[in-house]
């Protein structure tokens, strides 16, 4: 099974990220065969950023993942901008790709809604730059949070029109994927705005439980979690924030949120949920954080690593490269 999944560099992953992917990926590095990671740097600069801080929060992203369990000897680590098919492919897909499409996605229209000034074309291509991240690499799993299906979709259309179009008949050159989605976690929300994911750039400050926060700031941030009206702890769509946090309390200790339920029947109220949920979090969280420390303080090590991984994708993605432009009759003939 060939998995591959990709990460914006940011040195602020929540929760969300850490529950709905990035776990998914430690589990997924000895499934797959192999299991291929990337720091999406080119995804990055399709809104407003800062060229010196890219490079940092790559590194930053590069020891919340191997702090978190990625071991570059079990799986491909490295940075997508150091693999040029990754661009080229993304161009050549477009020849199958309906602008249309683009325009519809729910993610292009709520970030162009939210730039101040340039919405960039690259903005636009996003999730074109997703599929050709994943199409080069023929990968058959992709580790995701809920939030992308629209992207896997789109990713999956694009597969089979490029097949359809390019492939002798009844062949495949490109795989369609299948998008995986943790049972429980895939959409942790917003401890104060418990109807809205939560998220790195549309989230509050409060509600927001980072990677690297100290224990102290996760409690805090649990205590003061905004909860519904009663006091029974059960799921139920008319209580989003009780089920937020059965579910991420649920995704933290590894069970279901029936067990959650069920221990919780004895709970005095909401505030016993909220203590579990904050210690269950911390204990998840901790250890990331400890490794961290140690890991980002070597940034040659790091760069090292990257390069490494860099080079064994280039070694899977070029050929793929390769059967896609001669099917296209870009280039010399083979
Ligand atoms: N709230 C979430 N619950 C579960 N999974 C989530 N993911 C994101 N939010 C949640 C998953 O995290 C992975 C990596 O995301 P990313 O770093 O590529 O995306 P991002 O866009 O920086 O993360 P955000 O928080 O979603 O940022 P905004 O809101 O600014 O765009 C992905 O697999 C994603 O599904």
Same mark, same amino acid.
């Given at each position: 099974m060939r998995i591959f999944s990709g990460i914006q560099p940011t040195g602020r992953k929540h929760l969300g990220n850490y529950i709905g992917a990035i776990?998914? !990926?430690?589990?997924? %590095? *000895?499934?797959?065969?192999?299991?291929?990671?990337?720091?999406? *740097? &080119?995804?990055?600069?399709?809104?407003? !950023?800062?060229?010196?801080?890219?490079? /940092?929060?790559? +590194? *930053?992203?590069?020891?919340?993942?191997?702090?978190?369990?990625?071991?570059? =000897?079990?799986?491909?680590?490295?940075? %997508?901008?150091?693999?040029? #098919?990754?661009? =080229?492919?993304?161009?050549?897909?477009?020849?199958?790709?309906?602008?249309? =499409?683009?325009?519809?996605?729910?993610?292009? $229209? *709520?970030?162009?809604?939210?730039?101040? #000034?340039? @919405?960039?074309?690259?903005?636009?291509? +996003?999730?074109?730059?997703?599929?050709?991240?994943?199409?080069? !690499?023929?990968?058959?799993?992709?580790? @995701?949070? /809920?939030?992308?299906?629209?992207?896997?979709?789109?990713?999956?259309?694009?597969? $089979?029109?490029?097949?359809?179009?390019?492939?002798?008949?009844?062949?495949?050159?490109?795989? @369609?994927?299948?998008?995986?989605?943790? /049972? @429980?976690?895939?959409?942790?929300?917003? &401890?104060?705005?418990?109807?809205r994911k939560m998220s790195t750039t549309g989230g509050t400050p409060e509600g927001t439980v980072y990677v690297l926060d100290e224990p102290k700031a996760i409690e805090k941030k649990f205590k003061r979690a905004v909860t519904d009206s009663g006091n029974e702890i059960v799921k139920s769509p008319d209580k989003p924030g009780v089920s937020n946090l059965i579910d991420i309390l649920a995704a933290a200790r590894d069970i279901t949120p029936a067990v959650v339920e069920e221990e919780m029947r004895s709970a005095r109220g909401y505030g016993d949920l909220k203590v579990a949920a904050a210690d269950a979090v911390v204990e998840l969280l901790a250890p990331v954080r400890e490794r961290y420390e140690a890991l980002r303080g070597d940034e040659d090590a790091l760069e090292e690593s990257l390069a490494r991984g860099a080079e064994k994708a280039r070694e899977l993605s070029a050929p793929v490269l390769a059967d896609v432009r001669d099917a296209m009759g870009v280039g010399p003939r083979r």
């Open positions: 776990r998914q !990926y430690v589990e997924g %590095q *000895d499934r797959g065969d192999p299991a291929i990671f990337c720091i999406v *740097d &080119l995804h990055a600069i399709t809104v407003a !950023y800062d060229p010196a801080e890219l490079r /940092e929060r790559v +590194y *930053d992203t590069t020891a919340i993942l191997l702090a978190a369990g990625l071991d570059p =000897e079990r799986c491909i680590l490295f940075r %997508q901008g150091d693999v040029m #098919e990754h661009a =080229e492919l993304c161009w050549l897909l477009s020849s199958v790709t309906a602008i249309g =499409e683009l325009n519809r996605m729910h993610q292009f $229209r *709520d970030k162009s809604a939210a730039q101040r #000034e340039l @919405v960039s074309a690259g903005l636009l291509f +996003y999730p074109e730059l997703m599929a050709a991240d994943v199409l080069a !690499y023929r990968a058959q799993e992709v580790p @995701v949070g /809920e939030d992308q299906r629209e992207h896997l979709e789109l990713m999956r259309d694009v597969a $089979r029109r490029f097949n359809a179009r390019f492939a002798p008949e009844g062949q495949e050159i490109l795989v @369609v994927p299948e998008q995986r989605t943790p /049972e @429980v976690g895939a959409r942790i929300m917003d &401890l104060q705005e418990p109807t």
